[in-house]
């Protein structure tokens, strides 16, 4: 199976009954999929920030959100992380391409790229890598982690998933 | 009119529905004048009140949901008109109370104030449901009018907050009451 059919299924059978999405040249293939299969709620945004507020309501109505996105979007999200989904304990799962890592060949991706972990970590959100297919099931272990917690977590798709540098 | 006789207004007519109220002064006004389990009070990311009163309306679609933002929050957050137009949700109201002031830091003048007219952006935004608001008395015959659909109000009022108590929950019991009240 391919490695945009395999995400899928995976978030498919995880609690994650809505998709809010920002384009990534890494996440085409995801995006296409959902898309494609039409299965799962799915919502284009205009901005990370504004995923995250939709995504807070649609958890407090009883949804389970995620936010498909690239890593760069974590800059424009950071007060909301901080001011609503954590202040109020709010579970939302960020699906992130991780640009900027290794293998990058723009340079304007990778100052953001190389902040992303230490990011992360210093916004408190427990991280996921998944870099090869046999470790894509640490997005259901995300999902019930983040729910059962009530906080947001994240999970990086790094580049190497989808094959060799 | 100020900000604090429009959401009297809005709430004198509420009823089943649900209300996410924007950051700071709004949200205090609004509790001090009828709290309830199905107010959704933001005490940060200002900004998001359109997009939570969206993602509420996605997950509760029998239910109706009125959001009241401001003319700053909304300036920070244009995307949401463009999201919320064309996914058109029936069941999603937007009010902004526009008072072209930044209020709750101190009354320092929004553009709305000068050139900048957020209906127009709104229809632009795709919103086929829009509607300005002059005069207080207005407030609940229109809003008892709209019935079903996607609606954008903007509320013409002058800058100025009521002199009101702090809201007395914390936020996970703002969440809690609120999902309880919403969850059947």
Same mark, same amino acid.
């Given at each position: 199976?391919?490695?945009?059919?395999?995400?899928?299924?995976?978030?498919?059978?995880?609690?994650?009954?809505l998709?809010l999405s920002?384009?990534?040249?890494?996440?085409?293939g995801?995006?296409q999929?959902?898309?494609?299969?039409?299965?799962?709620?799915?919502?284009?945004?205009?901005?990370?920030?504004?995923g995250?507020?939709?995504?807070a309501?649609?958890?407090?109505?009883?949804?389970?959100?995620?936010?498909?996105?690239?890593?760069?979007?974590?800059?424009?999200?950071?007060?909301?992380?901080k001011? @609503? &989904?954590q #202040?109020y304990r $709010?579970p939302?799962?960020?699906?992130? +391409?991780h =640009?900027?890592?290794?293998?990058?060949?723009?340079?304007?991706?990778?100052?953001m790229?190389?902040?992303?972990?230490? @990011? &992360?970590? #210093?916004?408190? $959100?427990?991280?996921?890598?998944?870099? +090869?297919? =046999?470790?894509?099931k640490?997005?259901?272990?995300?999902?019930?982690?983040s729910?059962?917690?009530?906080?947001?977590?994240?999970?990086? #798709?790094?580049?190497?998933?989808?094959?060799s540098? | 009119?100020?900000r604090?006789d429009?959401?009297?207004?809005?709430?004198?007519?509420?009823?089943?529905?649900?209300?996410?109220?924007n950051?700071?002064?709004?949200?205090r006004?609004?509790?001090?004048?009828?709290?309830?389990?199905?107010?959704?009070?933001?005490l940060g990311?200002?900004?998001?009140?359109?997009s939570?009163?969206f993602?509420?309306?996605?997950?509760?679609?029998?239910?109706?949901?009125?959001?009241?933002?401001?003319?700053?929050?909304?300036?920070?957050?244009?995307g949401?008109l463009s999201?919320v137009a064309?996914?058109?949700?029936?069941?999603?109201?937007?009010?902004?109370?526009?008072?072209?002031a930044?209020?709750?830091?101190g009354?320092?003048?929004?553009y709305?104030?000068?050139?900048?007219k957020?209906?127009?952006?709104?229809?632009?935004?795709?919103?086929?449901?829009?509607?300005?608001?002059?005069n207080?008395d207005?407030?609940?015959?229109?809003?008892?009018?709209?019935?079903?659909g996607?609606?954008?109000?903007?509320?013409?009022t002058?800058?100025?907050n009521?002199?009101?108590?702090n809201?007395?929950?914390?936020p996970?019991?703002?969440?809690?009451r609120?999902?309880?009240?919403?969850?059947?």
């Amino acid at each position: 199976m391919n490695v945009d059919l395999l995400l899928y299924k995976t978030i498919k059978n995880s609690k994650i009954d809505l998709i809010l999405s920002l384009p990534c040249i890494m996440l085409k293939g995801l995006l296409q999929v959902i898309e494609e299969k039409n299965e799962i709620d799915h919502i284009s945004i205009t901005r990370e920030e504004e995923g995250i507020g939709i995504a807070a309501g649609a958890y407090l109505g009883g949804k389970v959100p995620a936010i498909v996105m690239q890593n760069s979007g974590l800059g424009n999200s950071v007060n909301a992380i901080k001011s @609503l &989904l954590q #202040l109020y304990r $709010i579970p939302v799962i960020f699906i992130m +391409s991780h =640009r900027g890592g290794e293998g990058e060949k723009i340079l304007a991706q990778i100052p953001m790229g190389k902040l992303t972990p230490d @990011l &992360l970590d #210093l916004l408190k $959100i427990e991280t996921f890598i998944v870099d +090869s297919e =046999r470790n894509i099931k640490h997005i259901q272990t995300a999902v019930e982690q983040s729910l059962s917690s009530g906080i947001p977590t994240g999970i990086l #798709l790094k580049k190497k998933l989808w094959g060799s540098l | 009119m100020k900000r604090f006789d429009a959401i009297k207004r809005i709430t004198e007519l509420i009823d089943n529905e649900i209300l996410v109220c924007n950051i700071g002064a709004p949200s205090r006004e609004l509790f001090n004048i009828k709290d309830r389990d199905r107010n959704f009070y933001m005490l940060g990311s200002m900004g998001l009140a359109s997009s939570i009163a969206f993602g509420i309306a996605i997950a509760k679609p029998d239910r109706n949901v009125w959001c009241i933002e401001g003319d700053g929050a909304l300036l920070m957050n244009l995307g949401s008109l463009s999201t919320v137009a064309n996914n058109q949700p029936d069941n999603f109201t937007l009010i902004v109370i526009d008072n072209g002031a930044y209020g709750s830091t101190g009354n320092q003048k929004t553009y709305t104030s000068q050139k900048t007219k957020l209906e127009t952006i709104a229809e632009g935004a795709g919103f086929e449901s829009i509607t300005v608001i002059n005069n207080e008395d207005d407030i609940i015959l229109i809003l008892k009018k709209l019935g079903k659909g996607c609606h954008f109000v903007k509320i013409n009022t002058s800058p100025g907050n009521a002199q009101v108590e702090n809201i007395q929950f914390n936020p996970e019991e703002i969440k809690e009451r609120f999902m309880k009240s919403i969850s059947n």
